[in-house]
C-alpha cells in the first residue's frame, strides 16, 4: 500500500477508535479543535523544515503529488491520525483513571503521580 | 546545524512548550504516568507505520542532518524521539486551551473546582498514595 492510501486509512482508523472504542469523541469537542489549530501551524513550521531541508525524501511514486509548506499533503492526514489517537487515548486515561477512583476501584493506572 | 538539524527541532519542541507546564500549570508532566500510560497506541501504531514505510521506500532520511544513529529496521533515532516528543506537545497543548477556555474535554480536570468531586477525589487519593497502596492497605 503507499503512503497515500495508509495515510487515509490512519485517518479512518483513529476515527473509528475515537467515537466507537474510546468513546471520547474528541473530534466533537471545541476544545479538540481549537487545540488542533494550534498544533497544525506548529506542524507545518517544523515538517516545512523537516522535508525543505531535505531530512526527509518521499518517493514521488508513493504520493499524490501536491504539497504544503514542502511537504506532502500525506502528512498532514498523518498528523492528524497521529494527534487524534494521542489525545483520544489521553482522554481515555484520565477519565479511566477518575471514573474508578469516583468508584472506588483501584485500577492499574495510578490514581495520581501529581505530588 | 548538520546533522544536529532533526535532534535540536525536537529539542525546540520540549522547549518551547515547557512553559505550559511551568507558567499555565497544566499538569501533564505532573501526570507522566498517565502520559506515558496514552501515548503507547500512538507510539506502537506509527514507529510500526514507519517502519513499514522504510522497508517500502516511501520515504528515507538524510545521513547528513540526522546523528546518524539507526535502530533495528533503519528507523533513525531522532524519529522514534518525534513520537514521544509530539504527543507531549498535543497533550501540552490541549491542556492549554482547555486551562484557558475552560471548555470540556470528556474528563474531570485535576484542577476543576475546589470543592468538585474530580479535584475531592484528586486530594482523597493522594492521600490514600501517601499511607500506602490505598485499599489493600486499608482492608489489612
Redesign the interface.
Known amino acids: 500500500m503507499?503512503?497515500s492510501a495508509?495515510a487515509v486509512l490512519?485517518v479512518l482508523g483513529v476515527l473509528v477508535?475515537d467515537l466507537v472504542v474510546y468513546r471520547?469523541?474528541?473530534v466533537t469537542?471545541?476544545?479538540?479543535w481549537?487545540?488542533y489549530a494550534?498544533?497544525v501551524t506548529?506542524q507545518l513550521l517544523?515538517n516545512g523544515?523537516?522535508t525543505g531541508?531535505?531530512?526527509?525524501?518521499?518517493?514521488p511514486d508513493?504520493i499524490w503529488g501536491p504539497r504544503i509548506a514542502y511537504a506532502p499533503v500525506e502528512d498532514l492526514l498523518f498528523g492528524f491520525a497521529?494527534?487524534t489517537?494521542?489525545?483520544a487515548?489521553?482522554?481515555?486515561?484520565?477519565?479511566r483513571?477518575?471514573t474508578a477512583?469516583?468508584r472506588?476501584f483501584?485500577t492499574d493506572?495510578?490514581?495520581?503521580?501529581?505530588? | 546545524m548538520g546533522q544536529l538539524?532533526?535532534l535540536a527541532?525536537l529539542v525546540g519542541?520540549v522547549v518551547?512548550t515547557a512553559p505550559l507546564e511551568l507558567l499555565l500549570r497544566v499538569?501533564v508532566y505532573?501526570?507522566?504516568?498517565?502520559?506515558l500510560?496514552?501515548?503507547?497506541?500512538?507510539f506502537v501504531?506509527?514507529v510500526v507505520?514507519v517502519l513499514?514505510?522504510i522497508a517500502?521506500?516511501?520515504?528515507?532520511?538524510?545521513g547528513e542532518?540526522?546523528l546518524g544513529l539507526r535502530l533495528p529496521g533503519g528507523i533513525p533515532v531522532e524519529e522514534v524521539l518525534f513520537?514521544l516528543v509530539?504527543?507531549l506537545?498535543?497533550?501540552l497543548?490541549?491542556e492549554?486551551?482547555?486551562k484557558v477556555?475552560g471548555?470540556?474535554?470528556?474528563?474531570?480536570s485535576?484542577d476543576d473546582s475546589p470543592g468538585s468531586?474530580?479535584a475531592r477525589?484528586?486530594r482523597?487519593?493522594?492521600r490514600?498514595?501517601?499511607s500506602g497502596t490505598?485499599?489493600?492497605e486499608a482492608e489489612r
Do not use: Q
Open positions: 503507499n503512503y495508509l490512519a477508535v471520547t469523541r474528541m469537542r471545541k476544545v479538540f481549537a487545540a494550534i498544533i506548529f517544523m523544515v523537516l531541508l531535505d531530512v526527509v525524501v518521499y518517493d508513493t497521529m494527534v489517537l494521542t489525545l487515548s489521553w482522554a481515555a486515561v484520565n477519565r483513571a477518575n477512583r469516583r472506588g483501584e493506572t495510578r490514581p495520581s503521580s501529581t505530588r | 538539524t532533526y527541532l519542541c518551547v499538569r505532573a501526570r507522566w504516568r498517565r502520559l500510560l496514552a501515548v503507547v497506541p500512538e501504531v506509527f507505520w513499514y514505510a517500502e521506500g516511501h520515504w528515507d532520511y538524510s542532518r540526522t513520537f509530539v504527543p506537545c498535543a497533550v497543548a490541549l492549554a486551551v482547555r477556555t471548555w470540556d474535554a470528556g474528563y474531570p485535576p468531586i474530580a477525589n484528586e482523597g487519593a493522594d490514600g498514595a501517601e490505598g485499599i489493600e
